[in-house]
């Protein structure tokens, strides 16, 4: 069996260190924001090239914690895009803002800067664009339409650890910018965890508050907060795969530029990367009209591919009738039909690439 995605080789892969730094925490009295924490918020902001991150249970939260933090609520709304996680306009539901969604460009499906100002209005507090599949966005002129408007940039970094702009670490572009650490992503916990970096002390206190009931100090609230807290278990084995990131990343380009060379098949649309830019591959996204039977092939075989994503957020009920959407959304929906995940992870052989790539050509 081929999967699209495997955790349990990344942990096999680095087994002893993590196994030990497990065993150092659980004979430890400390198991919830203690020494593991500190270190790889400490350790994390210095990688990325912030002064702060915040360790807290997941993504989802941390994109909440963000918004609540610079004050961003009920009847303001933060423009996305609809071809992402769900969990991005999770959180930005969590934190009472209403999302509205744009759709994104046809060569890197990011958010298409575009259509910015079509979704713009007065109740328009800030931008949070998704680096997707471990690509860049356009900051430049994300970036710029931000400071044209005075709003605020946030960052959805949760596809895109260690990828670089211009020789910089996403998540070091905007006021803040936020993680995901679920097992799959390039940086995976072996459970749930989420990371925020952000150059603003400020701001940095007030999320650390809020992920703790709005404790500044211990029993007493200030502030309306809430429970999202990184455990020591999970931190201490951030760590461990923090240290193999830049590496592990590298593998995941090797197995990119190896699909790319073997998969020169008609009909197939495969990955571009944008200029200036270092992509992380988290997912090695192809398109094809043929999907349906791309993925029949596949699993004939025993490779389970994967699909980022089968639904656009503003197609699902869920949703429907509680954003507010770009006029033309073609480029999302068209991708909901066509694009395939191929199975990718550093611990993938080539070998097994070409094997995934010859069931393609099928």
């Known amino acids: 069996m081929i999967l699209c995605a495997n955790p349990s080789a990344q942990f096999q892969s680095h087994q002893a260190e993590i196994e030990d730094a497990v065993l150092r925490v659980m004979r430890g009295n400390r198991y919830i924001l203690g020494e593991e924490v500190e ?28 918004l609540r933090a610079m004050g961003i609520g009920h009847g303001d709304e933060v423009i996305t895009v609809s071809h992402t996680a769900v969990a991005t306009v999770a959180g930005i539901e969590s934190a009472g803002a209403t999302p509205v969604l744009v759709d994104v460009d046809p060569d890197y499906y990011t958010m ?45 970094v949760s596809q895109a650890h260690g990828s670089t702009w211009r020789g910089k670490k996403l998540g070091s572009f905007g006021t803040a910018a936020c993680f995901s650490c679920y097992p799959t992503k390039n940086l995976g916990a072996i ?36 429970n999202s807290r990184l455990d020591e278990l999970q931190a201490a084995i951030l760590r461990i795969k923090l240290r193999h990131l830049d590496e ?39 398109k094809s009209r043929e999907r349906t039977k791309a993925l029949e092939t596949l699993k004939a075989k025993d490779i389970h591919a994967g699909i ?44 097994t690439a070409k094997e995934v790539a010859a069931a393609m050509g099928a």
């Open 191 to 226: 459970g749930d965890g989420g990371l925020i970096t952000t150059s603003h002390t400020g701001l940095a206190k007030k999320i650390k508050m809020l992920r703790e009931y709005g404790w500044r100090e211990r029993y007493i609230s200030e502030i309306s907060g809430r």
């Open 308 to 351: 980022h994503y089968p639904v656009p957020i503003h197609k699902q009920s869920a949703y429907q009738r509680r954003i507010r959407t770009a006029h033309i959304m073609e480029i999302t929906e068209n991708l909901s039909e066509e694009v395939l995940s191929l199975p990718l992870y550093p611990e993938l052989s080539n070998e």
């Open 39 to 66: 270190a790889l918020e400490q350790e994390f902001a210095s990688y990325i090239g912030a002064t702060d991150a915040i360790g807290v249970a997941n993504g989802t939260d941390a994109i909440e914690l963000v």
């Open 248 to 286: 592990d990343n590298s593998k995941r380009r090797q197995l990119a530029h190896s699909y790319t060379k073997l998969l020169n098949l008609p009909g197939l649309v495969l990955p571009k990367t944008r200029a200036n830019a270092e992509h992380v591959f988290h997912l090695y996204v192809v």
């Open 112 to 156: 298409n800067p575009d259509q910015l100002e079509e979704v713009f209005s007065p109740r328009t507090k800030a931008v949070m664009p998704v680096h997707l599949y471990g690509q860049p966005v356009d900051l430049e002129r994300i970036m710029s339409f931000c400071q044209k408007h005075k709003l605020i940039m946030v960052e959805d």
